[in-house]
């Protein structure tokens, strides 16, 4: 029986064995076929070492994307404006300087009465615009400190009751001196026949050194200069009133007569004065001090109201003459909403809402003394 091992050698005449050619062959090529796949091996395991190196190498670069950038459009540059400049004269008492009102236009031989510069005015009409939004527009203390931004009003919340001492060249007068309305009450005042204000503030003169005390809490303040405004009403005003105090009822009533309430004024006469007093505190800022309501001033004919408006309106060229309409055109502030709706109130029922009202303004007030010395 023959078996594999028979088959791939042969013996010679001698009796050895010897491979077959085909095995020698196959020998070679297997051994040819084992160093290529070694070969092969080594390259593989190679190129993998260094693939893994490089991505090593690559985990921390981040891929760079040949996007090209776009080139923004040419935007012309603006010119930046220089900031305005604010004329030291509207603030710098050291620019301002006292100059006689001519006797012609004071309507009374009143040596108290000057111009200031008309760039001192900038501040003191900011602070009339605060009294007419104030006694007239329906406004409110803070929202006038938030839409003027500063208080223009007073240097404390509530002022009133005040006495002035006027020095002139010749007398001495005192007169007391009260606030319209206090923190928290709106007030809006009119003409009854056409439901719309039509008072007019003109300036009546100024005068240097006034100073104020104030009770409580007891103190003073000198201030460098003072004005006074007057204002003219051509009618006896119908006032509603919006009592909106923190922690109180709010209450809406009218008053159908403002002159009413003041001593000797006839609330038939054709037209009224009253002087409004002004303080500069500085920094460009005047004080509305109040106003004298022992010295109101009635116009029995229209003939006299028009002829004394327009004197007071010669003594300062500088300033117009100044309403609500001015308010908004200048600082375009307007009156708020009147409740019109508190005039159809019975009088029976209005009445005692009214005097609740001013009941309630008394335990606002300071009271406040003026010492005003005229000559420049």
């Known amino acids: 029986m023959t078996t594999i091992k028979d088959d791939f050698p042969y013996r010679d005449f001698s009796g050895k064995r010897h491979p077959r050619r085909f095995v020698v062959a196959a020998a070679i090529i297997l051994a040819v076929l084992a160093v290529l796949g070694l070969a092969a091996v080594a390259v593989n395991a190679n190129r993998q070492a260094s693939f893994n190196a490089r991505m090593t190498e690559l985990a921390g670069v981040p891929p760079t994307l040949n996007i090209p950038t776009p080139t923004p459009p040419d935007i012309p540059t603006a010119t930046p404006e220089p900031s305005p400049t604010v004329d030291p004269c509207t603030y710098d008492t050291s620019y301002w300087s006292l100059t006689p009102i001519e006797p012609a236009y004071t309507g009374s031989p009143e040596p108290h009465l000057y111009r200031l510069p008309e760039c001192a005015y900038e501040g003191l009409k900011k602070a009339v615009a605060f009294t007419l939004l104030r006694s007239s527009g329906g406004w409110i203390f803070p929202e006038l400190y938030q839409a003027l931004g500063h208080d223009y009003g007073y240097p404390y919340p509530y002022i009133a009751g005040v006495l002035v001492n006027t020095e002139t060249q010749s007398d001495v007068w005192y007169s007391p001196i009260t606030q319209e309305s206090p923190f928290y009450n709106r007030a809006w005042d009119f003409d009854p026949a056409t439901r719309e204000n039509r008072s007019q503030y003109v300036l009546s003169g100024c005068y240097k050194d006034v100073r104020i005390y104030i009770q ?9 200069y003072g004005c006074t405004v007057a204002e003219f009403i051509p009618y006896d005003p119908v006032v509603v009133l919006a009592l909106e105090a923190p922690d109180e009822k709010h209450l809406k009533a009218f008053d159908p007569s403002l002159m009413s309430n003041y001593p000797n004024v006839d609330p038939k006469a054709a037209g009224y004065k009253i002087e409004r007093y002004y303080g500069y505190l500085g920094n460009g800022v005047w004080m509305y001090l109040g106003f004298n309501k022992h010295t109101i001033q009635s116009y029995p004919t229209r003939e006299q109201y028009d002829m004394n408006l327009q004197v007071y309106r010669l003594r300062e060229p500088a300033l117009p003459p100044m309403d609500l ?52």
Not at 335 to 347: C, G, M, N, R, S
Request: hydrophobic letters at 40%.
């Open 216 to 224: 409580p809490p007891g103190e003073y303040r000198d201030l460098p």
């Open 325 to 376: 309409a001015w308010v908004e055109q200048e600082f375009g502030l307007a009156p708020k909403p009147v409740p019109w709706e508190v005039l159809d109130v019975p009088a029976e029922v209005n009445e005692p809402i009214l005097k609740e009202i001013y009941a309630a303004n008394t335990r606002f007030f300071r009271t406040v003394v003026i010492q005003m010395t005229s000559t420049p």
